[in-house]
């Protein structure tokens, strides 16, 4: 079936078709799926039809994010800098001249999402997995920094910090005391008093000096791409909207907690498991964790944690009563024993 006829489409095929004929390539016939993991907004994996072969792109509309462009300027920026694996853009239409939202179209990268392949792996392809995530944030770190903290941002074409601080510890105290406020909204809002608390408790233990990198804030498995066929276990890094200019450590112990932790609740394997993730970022830039940083990133963790819970609705709504009700008891339980954990 050719590009022109087309009939009894749904919306999502109505815009694919309208972002192929405005800056797509020749086809036949195309068909889309939306990925089943990760990802925040419209996204669509496309396979597109032409002399009998097929290709793949991927398709993202804006969906209301008034921030958007700031996504593919840093598949960009981190790709043209550093060697993470993000796939490169192949269009990107702020105003697009058909009647679509904004919209980028990358290219297809290959492997599955990790965060359906992790009950697979073996322990040497987790070990893998972790010292590459390691190695990443170790090459971020290493080659794209900032002057001061803050959420990131285009202004003018160009990257830059919004609301600049000169003080991580002043930045991190309103991003995570943004995460309690949101709990407000979800089946945790009788823990938002004790999670303030422990915050305001703990929040002097963060260094206020640390040197600002590029932190992909949204760095999980579910927006991994895991390719075991590949020379590295990692084919991509998506979904950087979420990116903001932090403290390393906050870095290395958010990752520790999303790809580690929650997976591995023997304390032998997980610091076997971290020592990979620090060997792995220490092939770009020196790292070793001492105790302050072990407070430190008890912290971390927490804070984290509080960003997952506030997340619960959204992350939760497609789930039974059921599946809700033992997530909502799993966040409680690491709830109480992250609090107990806490250095103050």
């Given at each position: ?9 749904s919306?999502p095929?109505?815009?694919i ?12 016939d195309f068909?889309?799926?939306r ?16 002399t009998?072969?097929?290709?793949e ?8 994010d008034?921030?958007f ?10 790709a ?14 702020e ?6 939202d ?15 392949s992790?009950?697979?792996l073996?322990e ?5 997995v ?6 990443i944030?170790?090459d971020l770190?290493a080659?794209i920094?900032?002057?001061?903290f803050?959420q990131?941002t285009?202004?003018?074409?160009r990257?830059?910090?919004d ?10 105290g ?9 709990l407000g ?12 608390q ?21 760095f999980?498995p579910a ?6 066929t ?6 991509a ?5 979420f990116?903001l ?19 591995f609740?023997d304390?032998?394997t ?19 964790p ?13 804070s984290?944690?509080?960003?997952r ?6 992350a939760?709504?497609?789930f ?5 009700g033992?997530?909502e ?7 109480d024993?992250?609090?107990?954990q806490?250095?103050?």
């Amino acid at each position: 079936m050719s590009n022109t006829e087309r009939t009894n489409v749904s919306a999502p095929e109505r815009d694919i078709e309208a972002v192929l004929d405005e800056s797509g390539p020749d086809y036949e016939d195309f068909s889309l799926e939306r990925p089943t993991a990760g990802h925040q907004g419209e996204v669509f994996l496309v396979t597109l039809q032409y002399t009998g072969e097929e290709y793949e792109v991927v398709v993202k509309f804006e969906s209301g994010d008034p921030g958007f462009a700031l996504e593919p300027f840093l598949h960009e920026y981190v790709a043209d800098r550093t060697d993470v694996p993000v796939p490169r853009i192949l269009v990107f239409k702020e105003e697009p001249e058909l009647d679509v939202d904004p919209y980028f179209v990358t290219e297809r990268v290959h492997g599955e999402n990790l965060v359906e392949s992790l009950g697979d792996l073996s322990e040497s392809q987790f070990e893998a997995v972790v010292g590459h995530a390691g190695d990443i944030l170790g090459d971020l770190h290493a080659e794209i920094g900032f002057e001061g903290f803050g959420q990131l941002t285009l202004r003018d074409g160009r990257l830059v910090v919004d609301n600049l601080s000169w003080d991580w510890q002043e930045t991190f105290g309103e991003i995570v005391t943004g995460y309690v406020d949101r709990l407000g909204a979800t089946p945790f809002d009788d823990l938002q008093t004790t999670a303030q608390q422990h915050v305001d408790d703990n929040l002097p233990i963060i260094d206020s000096d640390a040197v600002p990198r590029l932190v992909h804030d949204d760095f999980r498995p579910a927006n991994v791409m895991f390719d075991q066929t590949g020379e590295d276990p990692l084919s991509a890094v998506l979904d950087w909207q979420f990116a903001l200019a932090g403290d390393p450590e906050y870095h290395i112990s958010r990752t520790d907690f999303l790809f580690i932790d929650p997976a591995f609740r023997d304390t032998d394997t997980r610091n076997q498991l971290r020592e990979r993730l620090y060997e792995g970022y220490k092939n770009h830039r020196s790292f070793e964790p001492d105790e302050g940083f072990e407070q430190r990133r008890t912290v971390y963790h927490f804070s984290t944690l509080l960003w997952r819970m506030a997340g619960f609705n959204a992350a939760f709504a497609d789930f039974s009563e059921l599946a809700r009700g033992r997530a909502e008891a799993r966040f409680r339980q690491q709830f109480d024993h992250l609090s107990g954990q806490l250095p103050e």
